[in-house]
Nanobody, 124 residues
């Protein structure tokens, strides 16, 4: 059974940094990609970033240059390092896994397994 558990969310001032973690199990990362999505109140869930077993990393334009995605296959974790945070980054952040490569753009329907989400709040 595939399981994904996010952690690391919280409240951070604008311009600050935060690192999200996604603990995964139930699949071999060699065949999978892990993506990060976010959903702000009243908005649709949107893709943020992706890392796959080929080492490919892709980002949405809104976070490019500020966020960095990575993975650690030994620890079975993926990370999203977020810097220069803005109020518009406020959302629930989800990690998701799928049998695919990180070819942007990516959509909710591209991933079959999801974590429960972690809240990130950047006050204005």
């Amino acid at each position: 059974e595939v399981q994904l558990v996010e952690s690391g969310g919280g409240l951070v001032q604008a311009g600050g940094s935060l690192r999200l973690s996604c603990a995964f199990s139930g699949f071999i990362f060699d065949d999978y990609a892990i993506a990060w999505f976010r959903q702000a109140p009243g908005k649709e869930r949107e893709w943020v970033s992706c890392v796959d077993s080929d080492g490919q990393r892709t980002y949405a334009d809104s976070v490019k240059g500020r966020f960095t995605v990575s993975s650690d296959n030994v620890k079975k974790r993926a990370y999203l390092q977020m810097s220069s945070l803005k109020p518009e980054d406020t959302a629930v952040y989800y990690c998701a896994s799928g049998y695919r490569r990180c070819i942007a753009p990516l959509w909710v329907g591209d991933f079959g397994s999801w974590g429960q989400g972690t809240q990130v709040t950047v006050p204005s």
